[in-house]
């Protein structure tokens, strides 16, 4: 049998503000929710918001961890609503990730992770960059957020442009939030087939909903504050596709493991 790993997501954005890291937390509450083991991973290095969105003071830092002034465990906080949370801290840089000695510890804490979670939910840096770039290598699924405004359609057209010439193996699904529009998801997907001869996967929508800012300034995820909010109803839809997906990419790559590993043998 093989043997269980986590799922990684990573959630990437164009530019800021687009409701990245509000995606990130509430998606790992439903997964909570759903019984699963989720951890939600800050790598948004000197802009980290997620303990900030969840009301919590952590116990460690993602850059103690990768400079191994704490382990793994020290530094995990369970969050109100149920998540594991590794934070960072706000003013790093993102050099932190550039050397050989923190790459080499990024890759060893992600892979201590597998045995613990069925999900581990990764906040990247805004923006295009190789920090953000190496988080989605490392992950299963990549999560590009936008919303319809002009601007962050450009910056996740561009986002995903430089993805794609730095690497088209990755797994990349676009999320338009705070949208009401039934016709993006056509008009973006046509503007990447024709100016790149390829495009991302569709993920969904959550619909502009002014309880999501309630929610903010009160530092209470929607499954607290308003449960029926229709952002939540969406988010929770849309968790649930993603997963589903998931599983059944996942199925597909362990029923073709046997037979590779077989004629590997042969040969």
């Not at 103690?64 to 840089?93: F, K």
């Not at 910056?155 to 039934?182: C, G, H, Q």
Request: proline letters at 5%.
């Amino acid at each position: 049998m093989p043997s269980k790993r986590a799922l990684f997501w990573a959630f990437v954005s164009g530019k800021g503000g687009v409701g990245k890291s509000m995606l990130a937390l509430h998606m790992a509450c439903v997964l909570h929710l759903e019984g699963r083991r989720v951890l939600l991973l800050d790598a948004d290095l000197g802009l980290a918001n997620l303990h900030v969105l969840a009301n919590v003071d952590p116990k460690g830092r993602l850059e103690r961890v990768l400079g191994r002034a704490e382990s793994l465990e020290q530094a995990i906080t369970t969050l109100p609503c149920g998540p594991h949370l590794l934070a960072a801290d706000n003013g790093q840089s993102l050099c932190l990730l550039s050397g050989s000695d923190a790459a080499e510890e990024l890759a060893a804490t992600l892979g201590r992770l597998h045995a613990t979670y069925d999900y581990v939910l990764v906040d990247t840096p805004r923006g295009i960059s190789d920090a953000a770039l190496r988080f989605c290598r490392a992950c299963d699924r990549t999560l590009l957020v936008t919303t319809a405004e002009p601007t962050a359609l450009t910056n996740t057209y561009a986002w995903y442009k430089f993805a794609m010439l730095e690497d088209r193996t990755l797994a990349v699904s676009v999320i338009a939030n705070e949208t009401d529009d039934p016709q993006l998801a056509q008009r973006f997907v046509a503007l990447c087939e024709r100016s790149l001869g390829l495009a991302p996967a569709w993920a969904g929508e959550v619909p502009r909903d002014p309880q999501v800012a309630h929610s903010v300034a009160h530092q209470k995820p929607l499954s607290e504050a308003t449960p029926l909010a229709p952002a939540w109803v969406a988010i929770k839809k849309l968790t649930r596709d993603l997963q589903r997906s998931g599983k059944a990419a996942r199925d597909r790559e362990q029923s073709i493991m046997p037979s590779s590993r077989s004629t590997d043998r042969a040969r």
